[in-house]
Nanobody, 128 residues
């Protein structure tokens, strides 16, 4: 069993920065692809960024490319999302997911069904 806990969300002004974290417990996640998704009120959950098990390859949604950076520290069993130049449209609940069944082996794993473990989410609000 894997537990994922997101943290680091909050309220920030447009143009500001925030780093959210996803800490895992119950099993090491060093062998699994992981990703960040987000869901705004009234909208479907959407892909934000993904990282392979080694951290060597990453992929991003076009809407965040150049502003967000996904990374992971396998020694700490933790994944991060550094968000810079935040915009009001980035406001959402941010979720981390882990693919422990090796559904997706390469970079660009952007579909939610790939990830079988999810955290409870952390709210990010960007004011204009």
């Amino acid at each position: 069993q894997v537990q994922l806990v997101e943290s680091g969300g909050g309220l920030v002004q447009a143009g500001g920065s925030l780093r959210v974290s996803c800490a895992a417990s119950g099993r090491t996640l060093r062998y699994y692809a992981m990703a960040w998704f987000r869901q705004a009120p009234g909208k479907e959950r959407e892909f934000v960024a993904a990282v392979t098990w080694s951290g060597g390859s990453t992929s991003y949604a076009d809407s965040v490319k150049g502003r967000f950076t996904i990374s992971r520290d396998n020694a700490k069993n933790t994944m991060y999302l550094q968000m810079n130049s935040l915009k009001p449209e980035d406001t959402a609940v941010y979720y981390c997911g882990a693919d422990t069944e090796y559904v997706c082996s390469g970079p660009g794993c952007s579909r939610a069904f790939i990830y079988n473990y999810w955290g409870q989410g952390t709210q990010v609000t960007v004011s204009s």
